[in-house]
């Protein structure tokens, strides 16, 4: 009996060891995907980068007070430009990294896989992910300098270098002409997925060509030469109409709606935290700007600015206009516009571009108006005014081409930004002495703790990880 | 062999009796802790040999000598007391039941019941009437002070969830969270819910009064056979089961109120009221004229002094509903603050158990009815409790047993935690006017059921950021219901007088149900939300026990084992997108958008372990036990996934070696080292894609945020122990004083890294963890007289933690990972050379050690965001529990102590910049009010140096509106206050637990009474804080539980002081 009992005991012992061995695999999941089409992370990572340029959350995007479009009503960390409360710039790295450049990384590394698709098409998608790569990089060497390049995007690198900004800049100009040079406008690229083209390349090859000109440009005060052969490059080939912008066509619920609707009063939000800054609105009251409306709310018949970087009661000021707070007003990457702008300032830098400044400016100005719902007719009494019409608008060219590109990218707080650090117009003062418009975005806060070396070796490359230190661009 | 030595003193004893002459005395001896009769209870005069043994129904009859005059008592496992006779013929004894002695029996791993003697580790007992006797319904939260080294931490929410960690913080991302064993059947404590609020953990699911006992097993060594989800510890409960040829019905009734420790609550200014800055909205005339407004908008207090002559437009001018619609009242602070706003509780516990047996049986069936209502308004909980056991003695061979519990739970309006809207402690502590009137706003919420906040929005339509109070308890609460079942059939089976099998199935499985609601009117979008989870864990154990004695010498006992775990929890979580369509309709389809895949999660895991264990004795003197376990795991990579963990002990009774010393009664020492392995989180393994909610009709891929790990292999903790116990006077005093050290390596962690590398945590094998410390429980009996006595029981843990390694080599060594980063810039970490958790945030700049102000007078930030600033690990923790006893009334007490421990507070961080507490008001140091302008007196002058080294003396401008507070989270514009000023210690010392027995004499009943005994109890908990440090606050409170959930205080409840009655039928 006992013997039985011993036997038995010990075989169902051994049953009990074989037992885990016979399950099936547990550690598969049974609810996420282990393969996926490469189109969905494209799709995926241009709305990533999107979200992250339009929002106007206090936690990742300040940009929109940084320029003074807007203030705060009531909690002035941000417009007097704390970074650090919030983990503000931990926010923006986040996404460029991990949600935007990781997702491409990923859907080049399954769209070279593929081996299903034809040669012209693959090329095509891998020119449109690296279209956007260099879009994503572009941000983040225009907001914080130098950063992990070469070691980037490698999990198993954990301590990445930070590498030279100029140096990856180049690097990245380098493969946007490779990126345009794979494209054939005759074939098909990611089509469904692509939701700023819908596999348009022709329209590609245009969004590249600005990209480049606007790229190229960024680095004009400090490299005048490359600036001027990839300029001339571009030129010819750059949008021609509003209807080539890079528009994101958000849609009306969540989570797919304009960001922008989640941080002020509609249909998601109940809070009151923006109004107008009286810096944009004072200028263009004086100019009398036909966008106002379709920027702002009136109070009392009229366009009000907070003042900026103090407390402001918001019944009493200006805010955003319905328009701007509707969760599917479209965003934008690139438009028409801005690239006008571009040409304006090429010429005025002795680029050979074609056109004269002054028509690049008008047209740059009516593109703005009329993309924003106004006519042509408005356009026309603007630019008539003498403190519009390039020929007699106050200032040098900087001046008059920022200032007027200042208010045409209303809503575009980081590349606002880009262009006033860029052009040193219109001139914005801090709200009170003793703090300092940021010219950079500081290093993340947890850098100091997760890359600490690199992070710090980088700081001193850059000349100190402060919001007051120029990039090496920004020479002037 | 004690009932043998017992029969042997009877028998000696009874025919001592025969010569005995002289006076009678009769009477019986009871147990204190069930009433029930004791029989074979040892009753000798003292300094004679003359003495008695009581029969079966505890009754007792002796002939005294002449020179006998006093009584002694005694029991196995009761504490021996002596009775003066002085002329009494009858003389009744209650028997306590005694640590010391009833230490001698343990209920050990398995459930294996072991002499104390031969364990070769520390395992620290509490008794059932220990926990249940403050009536708490949580029994986990009453185990603070009673176990030394049980680190026992809950919030004062109502049902909220308990942490508690043995031995300090060994896991750096893992669970620390000690095991829940109840008869063998694995509940596991953790908090399962995504959302804000607190819903609570089943280990509460568990009847204190159906509790026998509970052994705390701290070490791996005492542990290992449990394998790996035991190397935090185990809470080992038994309950109560019936005797055999008795039947006892209980009934126990007892109603506990509660109500707020004030001194753990906010305090406010009352000189200035609503306003970031210093005036009011422009003059309008909203129905009696011109009159200056509210900043309605504003929730802060840094606004216009307050001034009794002023008339002004306040929040309720614009509710139309208001009998002050359209007028003006005086520019006053509010009579009622928010500490109006806290209700007393109630917790009533009504529960009846009938248990007993027959010859071969036993059983015990309990229900349990428990109403709670929490002290916020809208919150309530129901418990219906019912658990059964039997056993059967088949044959004589042959026990079958089983047991099966349930446990309903309904809840109504939990409280929300942290920074969160369900919070109400968001607006009391961090963003409030203190013009707000709570009863005003709660007479306008249910006037008309509608949120009529303080807080209007520009147009006076709505709220900006907070709701009214009221409105959002009412309209905006949560409901929940949990159901818990767990039970286990056994059989066991001897096979010879030296062998036995046994053979187990337990379960235990838990289904929640949790919704949540904004309601349409709210700040935010309106929602509704539901969250089911199912969780189940069955084992299945099949053991050999042996015990064999080899010589007259040498004893062997043994166990070999097999365990089988499975596990499986799903889970789906819902939510409506965009807002709700019918107001007040709470449905998944109310949406106003289409809604969103919901979020679904399915994990399981079975672990296949098999175990051995041997314990060998010499003489009854010298322990070896040696034990095995090798577990294989599904969350490892399979083909590696098996592990073998090895532990040894020593275990030497010194009894002898004391003989001739008459004051040490008993000790033995003890020594042990042991491993445990523990396997990988579910689904780490393998690298998956993210599903976002698709674009449209556009379908979208996101790689996660977490790199997975293909070549995991199992965590390890390694500890040494080594123990002495000693027992003098016959058990008057004793201790037991143990030293342990526990390193965990090669630790499963998921680590932030830098999302630079494209994801922002990483599964790593690495790291090393390090606890040491000592522990030493006591007991001492001040005084014992004939009917008086005063037992102390004493617990002292003091552990050392510090983080050895993190993971990389070199230049690419790691050495700090974050656990958490909250609100206010600080953050929870693990840091090489530091221990687990440390507080991270800006510090001050420091001149000769001296804090340093710039030239506004403000204190200057050291830019270096990483400085730590605080340890939440306390240096020590201790309790010390008095019992005082005469005759039937029995006072006891609980002193509960920590020292150290610091804690960061977010409510002051906002508070004082929005200007809520007093220090933020007030006269300055000139004797003018400190919010004047500088210029004209005003300011606050902060103590401490100026850059070149010299005493501060630049008054601060302590406004608002610039960005200008002296203190708080505004101020300086740029950096804000150094964190550090909002570090607090954590030490408190508080009287946990007063509880007033009293046993009506069992003269009171006949022979032939239904009712055989009453029990009259008065009981407190958390009655008064004695010391602490902290302001305004608890320093218990945290943030619910979780690794992190410590050190940090954000919308923190107050303590609640419990204090009510019980009464105990025994029939």
């Known amino acids: 009996m006992k013997k039985i009992i011993l036997s038995l005991f010990c075989s169902s012992l051994m049953l009990a060891t074989s037992c885990v061995d016979s399950l099936d695999d547990y550690n598969l999941s049974q609810k996420e995907a282990a393969a996926v089409p490469s189109e969905t992370l494209f799709t995926n990572a241009v709305k990533g980068l999107t979200d992250a340029l339009t929002s106007a959350s206090v936690n990742s995007n300040n940009y929109r007070f940084y320029v003074q479009h807007w203030t705060a009503t009531t909690y002035l960390d941000e417009p007097r430009y704390n970074m650090t409360s919030r983990t503000i710039p931990q926010a923006m790295w986040q996404s460029l990294y991990r949600d935007v450049l990781s997702d491409l990384k990923e859907s080049k590394r399954l769209a070279m896989e593929n081996t299903a698709t034809i040669e012209s098409v693959k090329n095509n998608q891998l020119a449109q992910i690296e279209i956007m790569e260099v879009y994503a990089w572009s941000v983040l060497l225009n907001t914080f300098g130098d950063v992990p390049y070469s070691e980037a995007l490698d999990p198993e690198n954990s301590l990445p270098v930070y590498d030279d900004a100029q140096t990856t800049y180049n690097a990245i100009l380098g493969r946007l002409n490779n990126a345009l040079t794979l494209i054939n406008p005759t074939a098909e690229g990611y089509e469904d997925g692509d939701l700023l083209y819908e596999g348009d390349m022709e329209k590609w090859v245009k969004f590249g060509n600005s990209l480049k000109l606007k790229l190229a440009m ?32 958000y849609l009306g619920a969540q989570p797919n709606n304009n960001p922008v609707s989640n941080s002020v009063t509609g249909p998601y939000s109940t809070r009151e935290d923006y109004v107008a800054a009286n810096t944009l609105v004072d200028v263009m009251n004086d100019l009398k700007d036909p966008r106002r409306g379709q ?49 304006a300032e090429a010429l005025e830098r002795g680029f050979a571009v074609g056109g004269t400044a002054q028509e690049h400016y008008n047209e740059a100005i009516k593109a703005s108006i009329t993309y924003w719902g106004g006519t042509d007719a408005e356009a026309t009494a603007y630019l008539a005014q003498p403190s519009v019409a390039y020929a007699t608008a106050a200032g040098d060219w900087k001046e008059k081409i920022g200032t007027q590109k200042w208010i045409a990218l209303y809503n575009r707080g980081y590349d606002a930004w880009v262009e006033w650090r860029r052009l040193d117009a219109p001139t914005l003062l801090p709200p009170v002495e003793g703090l300092v418009v ?18 710090a070796a980088a700081s001193s490359a850059i000349g100190g990880d402060s919001s007051d230190t120029a990039l090496w661009w920004d020479v002037e | 062999m004690k009932k043998i030595l017992l029969l042997g003193l009877t028998l000696f004893l009874a025919s001592a009796m025969a010569f005995a002459q002289g006076r009678n005395v009769s009477g019986t001896v009871t147990s204190a802790e069930d009433g029930e009769p004791i029989p074979g209870a040892t009753v000798l005069v003292k300094g004679t040999t003359v003495g008695a043994a009581t029969d079966v129904n505890g009754k007792y009859s002796l002939s005294i000598p002449d020179n006998g005059t006093v009584l002694v008592f005694s029991f196995i496992g009761m504490a021996t007391k002596e009775v003066p006779i002085s002329g009494q013929t009858v003389i009744d004894v209650v028997l306590d039941y005694d640590a010391a002695e009833l230490s001698e029996v343990a209920v050990t791993a398995m459930g294996i019941e072991r002499n104390k003697n031969e364990l070769a580790y520390s395992a620290q007992e509490v008794q059932g009437d220990q926990v249940s006797r403050v009536r708490s319904s949580d029994f986990v939260a009453t185990l603070s002070g009673k176990v030394a080294g049980l680190d026992v931490r809950s919030d004062n929410t109502m049902g909220g969830s308990t942490n508690v960690v043995i031995r300090g913080y060994s896991s750096i991302s893992g669970n620390n969270q000690a095991l829940f064993v109840i008869d063998g059947v694995p509940v596991s404590n953790a908090n399962n819910s995504p959302s804000a609020v607190d819903f609570g953990n089943a280990a509460a699911d568990i009847n204190p009064d159906n509790i026998e006992s509970i052994n705390v097993l701290k070490g791996a060594a005492a542990t290992a056979l449990y394998g790996s989800r035991a190397a935090n510890g185990v809470i080992m409960i038994t309950t109560k089961k019936g005797k055999k040829n008795s039947m006892n019905i209980a009934i126990n009734s007892g109603v506990i109120w509660s109500s707020m420790d004030k001194s753990t609550f906010a305090e406010y200014q009352k000189e200035y009221g609503a306003g970031y800055i210093q005036s009011f909205r422009a003059s309008q005339d909203m129905g009696s004229g011109e009159a200056p407004v509210v900043r309605f908008q504003d929730d802060a207090s840094y606004g216009p002094a307050f001034n009794p002559n002023l008339q002004v437009y306040h929040w309720d001018a614009v509710d139309p509903t208001s009998p002050n619609y359209g007028k003006t009242k005086p520019w006053v602070a509010a009579q009622n603050d928010p500490s109006s706003y806290y209700e007393t509780g109630l917790n009533s516990n009504q529960s009846i158990t009938i248990s007993g047996g027959g010859d071969e049986t036993t059983f015990n069936l309990g229900y349990t009815r428990n109403d709670i209502k929490g002290n916020l308004p809208n ?24 047991s099966a519990n349930y446990t309903r739970t309904k809840g109504v309006g939990r409280y929300g935690v942290g920074y969160n809207g369900t919070n109400p402690n968001q607006q009391f502590r961090q963003w409030w006017q203190t013009n707000v009137d709570v009863e005003e706003q709660k007479s306008a919420y249910f006037r008309n059921r509608q949120n009529d906040t303080w807080n209007w929005n520009g147009a006076n339509t709505g709220p900006i950021y907070s709701d009214n ?17 767990y039970g286990y059939v056994m059989l066991d089976y001897k096979l010879t007088d030296w062998m036995s099998i046994m053979g187990r199935a337990t379960l235990s499985a838990t289904t929640d149900m949790q919704e949540e609601r904004l309601a349409v009117g709210s700040a935010g979008v309106p929602f509704y939300s539901r969250y089911n989870r199912d969780f189940k864990e069955s084992n299945y154990d099949l053991m050999l026990n042996f015990k064999k004695n080899i010589s007259e010498d040498f004893t062997f006992n043994g166990l070999l084992g097999a ?46 372990g098999i175990y051995a264990n041997a314990n060998f004795g010499y003489k009854e003197k010298l322990f070896l036990e040696l034990s095995a376990r090798q577990d294989k795991s599904t969350t490892l990579p399979k083909g590696d996934n098996s592990y073998f963990y090895p532990a040894a002990g020593l275990n030497y009774v010194l009894n002898d070696a004391f003989k001739n010393v008459s004051w040490i009664s008993a000790g033995k020492i003890r020594a042990n080292y042991a491993e445990v392995g523990n396997d990988a989180p579910s689904l780490s393994v393998y690298d998956i894609y993210f599903k976002p909610t698709g674009f449209g009709s556009i379908p979208l891929f996101s790689l996660p945020s977490t790199k997975n790990n293909s070549n995991l292999k199992p965590e390890r903790q390694k500890s040494y122990e080594a123990g002495l116990e000693l027992d003098f006077f016959n058990s008057l005093f004793g201790f037991d004083f143990t030293v342990y050290q526990s390193n965990t390596v090669d630790q499963i962690l998921p680590v932030d890294i830098t999302a630079a590398t494209g994801y922002t945590r990483r599964f790593v094998n690495a790291g090393e963890v390090q606890n040491k410390g000592i522990e030493v429980s006591a007991y001492v009996t001040p005084i014992q007289t004939n009917n008086f006595t005063w037992d102390m029981r004493l617990n002292f843990a003091r552990n050392r933690n510090e983080v050895i390694s993190l993971y990389g080599e070199g230049d690419s060594r790691v050495t700090n990972v974050p656990l958490a980063s909250f609100q206010g810039g600080v953050s929870v970490n693990a840091a090489v050379g530091h221990p687990y958790g440390v507080i991270r945030g800006n510090d001050f700049v420091y001149t000769n050690g001296e804090r340093t102000v710039d030239e506004n007078g403000y204190y200057m930030v050291d830019s270096d965001a990483s400085k730590i600033i605080g340890d939440p690990n306390p240096d020590w923790m201790g309790g010390i529990n008095n019992t005082f006893t005469y005759k039937g009334l029995s006072l006891a007490f609980l002193i509960d102590i920590r020292k150290g421990g610091d804690v960061w507070s977010l409510d002051r961080w906002y508070g004082d910049g929005t200007g809520i507490y007093p220090v933020t008001a007030g006269l300055n140091d000139r004797g003018n009010p400190s919010r004047l302008p500088v210029a004209e007196g005003g300011g606050m002058l902060l103590p401490g140096v100026k850059e070149d080294g010299t005493r501060n003396d630049i008054y601060a401008e302590n406004q608002n509106g610039d960005g200008q507070t002296a203190l708080g989270y505004a101020a300086n514009n740029y950096v804000g206050t150094p964190r550090s ?20 004499p069992t003269s009171l009943f006949g022979q032939n009474s239904a009712v055989k005994r009453i029990d009259l109890q008065l009981v407190g908990r958390n009655l008064w804080i004695i010391h602490k440090n902290m302001e305004y606050s608890d320093p218990e409170e945290g943030l619910g539980n979780g690794n992190s959930a410590r050190g940090y205080q954000s919308g923190a409840y107050p303590a609640m002081r419990n204090y009510g009655f019980n009464v105990k039928l025994n029939f």
């Open chain 2, 981 to 1000: 000023l909002y570090i607090y210690d954590g030490s408190y010392v508080k009287l946990r637990e007063l509880v007033l027995s009293y046993s009506l």
């Open chain 1, 218 to 249: 960024v680095i004009a005060d400090a490299d005048a030469a490359q600036a001027r052969t990839l300029v001339e490059a571009a030129a010819p080939n750059v949008f021609t109409s509003n209807a080539d912008n890079t528009v994101f066509r």
């Open chain 2, 563 to 608: 365990n089988l775990r499975r596990e499986e929890t799903s889970s789906i979580d819902a939510s409506t997108n965009g807002g709700l369509v019918v107001p007040r309709l709470y449905s998944l389809s109310n949406t106003v958008n289409p809604i969103n895949p919901p979020t679904e999660e399915y994990f399981r895991r079975g672990v296949d």
């Open chain 2, 379 to 402: 919150s309530t909980i129901d418990k219906d409790m019912i658990n059964f056991n039997a056993a059967y003695n088949a044959t004589e061979k042959l026990t079958v047993s089983a």
């Open chain 2, 469 to 485: 109070i009221y409105w959002s308890r009412y309209e905006n609460y949560s409901n929940d219901t949990r159901d818990n079942i």
């Open chain 1, 438 to 455: 940021p010219l950079r975005m500081i290093y993340p806060v947890n850098e100091a703790t997760l890359n600490g070396a690199n992070k």
């Open chain 1, 295 to 343: 920027f702002f709310t009136q109070v009392g018949g009229e366009y009000k600015g907070g003042i900026y970087g103090f407390t402001n009661s918001y019944p009493d000021f200006s805010t955003v206009s319905a328009k701007v707070a509707a969760p599917d007003n479209p965003g934008l990457l690139l438009d028409y516009s801005e690239v006008k702008f571009l040409l």
